[in-house]
């Protein structure tokens, strides 16, 4: 899932090179982990290396969480996050060899109270539509109706999807997006009888062997061996409150380790085979599983570090079914990251050497697992790896530089001067988006207070910015999701309808505030 968080990924030029044959981690590998947690602020990770059908490499480093002595080890959980889109995959694929599912047959044939806004989608999209982020939703279009944590369950978040207006033509563009898996995990439940939960934990992890591994979002609450959540607040990595949420699972519920997901890729790269030679899937559902439906963007590492990192550039990308597909060095690396509050991740795999390297961290730095993943494919290439931790830290530096520089224009160019057009009590009443709901303006004071009213979360002060639009401030810090809500007036006075946008970049795509279109019920303040 990436919510999945911003994340910037290059694609690759060809570079051929003659693969390593020793089954073994780079040279001084552990202290190479030591430095990219040092350089980036990661309290503790774990790495999953495979080779040729064997772990390389199944281990834990650092502390589960900042302040305690309690050492990350192989078994140690994570949160993966949308590192479960494969398993989703995976999971409907069982389901087509079985004859109860067709990639290519309309969801309604499934779930026939499905409806997409628009009636052409509704009848037309298919079961891999759900998986490959070319539906015509917008990026992370809903994941407000799920995150921060609702109160609308699984069902009702998938009733509310007919509400939410599409960007794109249908099956025109690539947007990624979380709740079309979560329909996905409905299909399951329908036709298999399970819930997406019991199916994935009897049908893949008990047969694949991952005995350690979780399938809900609560898991991180579960205590016992799981890493905590910690991530950058105010310029300062402390310990944040995880997801916990079981809303939706199906697009990352799934908390793993570095030994089980080291058998998860073995499985991947071996055509569906388990320990001891059984299946848990055909060599035909792997073809659909790891083909390209969706053309994805390129794009170019910025000029700063381009002869460092322009050999991370690529010709091709797409999106398959829960994997991203790319070039990487003349070969093709088949790969997915995660995020969710305190925990990313990243699974990568080269088929053609049978190389699968995982990363799961417990702090939110796309940079450290990058740092490591890349490192690791280029010592089976055979290839020299450019330093890494420097390279990333200089783009780290480079985009907070330039955040800051965002910043200050848009305090600069405020009209600090301006005050609102209306008294603050004539802003206040209860405001109706056709998909989320309902979301209450209220002075409280001298000042007012917004709260969606199904995301317990999302209560925050309406700081005065310029003329009618106000900052929201959440009063959970931890969200580090400021709004602009804007008010349109009408030419009585009147308020016509609220809109929010992200006050800044570093805002996650999942809080999709500019997709709300929030209207009053009633004139605010009679």
Do not use: C
């Not at 552990?30 to 999953?48: I, K, N, Q």
């Not at 916990?244 to 089980?260: E, F, K, Q, R, V």
């Amino acid at each position: 899932m990436n919510p999945t968080l911003r994340l910037v990924h290059f694609v690759s030029l060809p570079f051929l090179a003659t693969p390593l044959a020793a089954q073994q981690p780079p040279p001084k590998f552990d202290a190479y982990v030591r430095r990219v947690m040092e350089t980036f602020t990661v309290p503790g990770l774990s790495v999953a290396i495979v080779k040729d059908g064997k772990v390389v490499l199944a281990q834990g480093y650092g502390v589960r969480r900042m302040g305690s002595p309690a050492r990350v080890d192989a078994r140690t959980r994570f949160g993966i996050a949308s590192n479960t889109k494969l398993f989703t995959a995976t999971a409907l694929a069982l389901l087509v060899e079985e004859g109860k599912v067709e990639w290519d047959k309309p969801v309604i044939d499934y779930l026939p109270a499905f409806t997409m806004s628009d009636p052409y989608v509704t009848r037309e999209i298919t079961v891999r539509d759900l998986l490959v982020h070319r539906s015509g939703l917008g990026l992370g279009a809903g994941d407000l109706l799920w995150w921060p944590p609702s109160t609308y369950d699984r069902k009702e978040i998938a009733r509310r999807i007919r509400y939410i207006p599409l960007s794109t033509s249908f099956r025109a563009a690539y947007a990624y997006d979380n709740v079309l898996y979560l329909v996905a995990g409905e299909v399951i439940e329908t036709v298999s009888g399970q819930s997406w939960e019991d199916f994935v934990r009897t049908r893949i992890l008990a047969k694949v062997g991952m005995a350690d591994s979780d399938v809900r979002h609560s898991g991180a609450q579960a205590g016992g061996n799981v890493a905590g959540t910690h991530a950058e607040v105010s310029d300062t990595v402390r310990p944040v409150a995880p997801f916990a949420s079981d809303n939706t699972n199906p697009a990352g519920g799934i908390m793993s380790g570095a030994a089980d997901m080291a058998k998860w890729m073995m499985v991947q790269l071996d055509s569906g085979r388990v320990a001891g030679g059984s299946r848990l899937f055909s060599a035909a559902s792997t073809g659909q599983l790891w083909r390209e439906v969706t053309p994805t963007p390129i794009g170019n590492p910025p000029p700063a570090v381009a002869k460092t990192l322009g050999h991370l550039r690529a010709g091709m990308a797409g999106y398959a079914l829960g994997l991203n597909v790319r070039d990487y060095r003349g070969k093709i690396l088949r790969q997915h990251t995660g995020g969710l509050p305190g925990y990313l991740s990243k699974v990568a795999m080269i088929p053609e050497l049978r190389l699968g390297v995982a990363v799961l961290t417990n702090q939110e730095s796309g940079a450290a697992f990058d740092a490591i993943v890349y490192h690791v494919l280029d010592h089976y290439l055979g290839v020299e790896a450019p330093d890494y931790p420097a390279a990333f830290k200089a783009l780290a530096d480079q985009k907070r530089e330039s955040l800051r520089q965002a910043e200050r224009k848009a305090a600069t160019g405020r009209d600090s001067t301006s005050g609102p057009s209306l008294p603050l009590a004539k802003y206040a009443g209860t405001y109706r988006d056709p998909w989320y709901g309902d979301v209450t303006i209220a002075q409280e004071g001298r000042a007012l207070a917004i709260r969606f009213k199904h995301t317990p979360l999302l209560v925050g002060d309406l700081v005065h910015w310029q003329h009618d639009t106000f900052l929201a401030r959440w009063r959970d810090r931890e969200l580090r999701a400021d709004a602009y809500a804007t008010f349109s007036l009408k030419p009585e006075g009147g308020v016509e309808q609220l809109k929010l946008v992200p006050a800044s970049e570093t805002v996650d795509f999942s809080f999709d505030f500019q997709d709300l279109v929030l209207k009053p019920l009633k004139d605010p303040g009679r």
